[in-house]
């Protein structure tokens, strides 16, 4: 992340500000001054061209006003925007290296140990991390190319998707309750199910998941149910925004990248919770056009 630039992001955000507060200062001294002099003058005009003029200085300061106003907003929310991005992307180049550095010196532990002494479960563990540092590549791909990636919507089955991913967890438990086809890009549909899955497992500690396929009218809605730990978390922040690494477990990435990717494909996203407090996500995705 270039520091140069987020400092030139927060210096042109309180500009924007310093320049509404003195232009509109100077709009409003202006205006009030016209209307004082105006009135000076009072005595030399006749009753109709004060009246006139009265009505010409009130509008035209009015609308001169509420340009400046208008004007000025506009600006500080584009300059918000901007420093917004900044600081997203300085924070997921943090988060990004946190975990990579932690997915790698797994990966190193592990090899070390598999040179030691050949262990089914160690090689388990060690294929599992292996999957989700190229989870973690894959989701910083899909942040980099932002709102410039192209998606190649067509019809998929969800059954389709799974097949591609299933592997990677081999000790999960994965059901479908039935089999139908949404309309979205292949690799963005499976970016979604693998974040979503990933965080089952990784945070919910889950051994189970059953993925809940609800077919409606012009839509798809398929709900993420697992047997995993209560959630304890605020979920009105869930996919809103990564936030800073405390634990090595990962920042809410994924998450976010999945709300990006579900809007991005025409459908929406939900995170409710079950009567044992685990957390359910509910992905409603179009139709598929030939279903």
Do not use: C
Not at 19 to 47: D, H, N
Not at 118 to 135: K, M, T
């Amino acid at each position: 992340m270039n520091l140069k630039a987020l400092s030139q992001s927060r210096l042109r955000f309180y500009l924007s500000i310093i320049w509404l507060v003195l232009i509109g200062a100077l709009t409003v001294w202006w205006w009030l001054l016209s209307l004082r002099q105006l009135v000076a003058m009072q005595s030399l005009m006749s009753a109709e061209e004060f009246a006139r003029s009265h009505r010409m200085i009130m509008s035209e300061g009015l609308f001169f006003v509420l340009a400046v106003i208008t004007g000025g907003v506009g600006l500080i929310i584009l300059a918000k925007k901007d420093l917004e991005r900044h600081e997203q992307i300085r924070m997921f180049f943090g988060n990004f290296a946190h975990d990579l550095k932690t997915s790698i010196s797994r990966v190193r532990l592990q090899s070390d140990l598999l040179r030691d002494n050949f262990d089914q479960q160690v090689l388990s563990r060690f294929g599992e991390n292996v999957n989700q540092l190229d989870l973690q590549l894959d989701n910083s791909l899909w942040v980099a190319r932002g709102e410039t990636q192209v998606l190649h919507n067509q019809d998929v089955k969800i059954s389709q998707i799974m097949s591609a991913i299933r592997n990677e967890w081999p000790e999960l438990e994965l059901g479908m309750t039935a089999d139908a086809q949404v309309h979205g890009d292949e690799l963005a549909l499976r970016s979604v199910f693998r974040n979503l899955i990933q965080n089952a497992v990784i945070h919910g500690k889950a051994s189970k998941l059953q993925l809940v396929v609800k077919p409606n009218s012009q839509d798809i809605e398929i709900q993420f149910q697992s047997n995993g730990e209560a959630f304890t978390g605020n979920i009105t922040e869930l996919g809103r925004n990564f936030i800073q690494p405390k634990t090595s477990h990962g920042n809410g990435l994924g998450l976010y990248l999945t709300r990006f990717l579900v809007e991005k494909l025409g459908g929406r996203i939900q995170f409710t919770l079950s009567p044992a407090l685990q957390l359910v996500v509910a992905v409603t995705l179009p139709k598929g056009k030939k279903a």
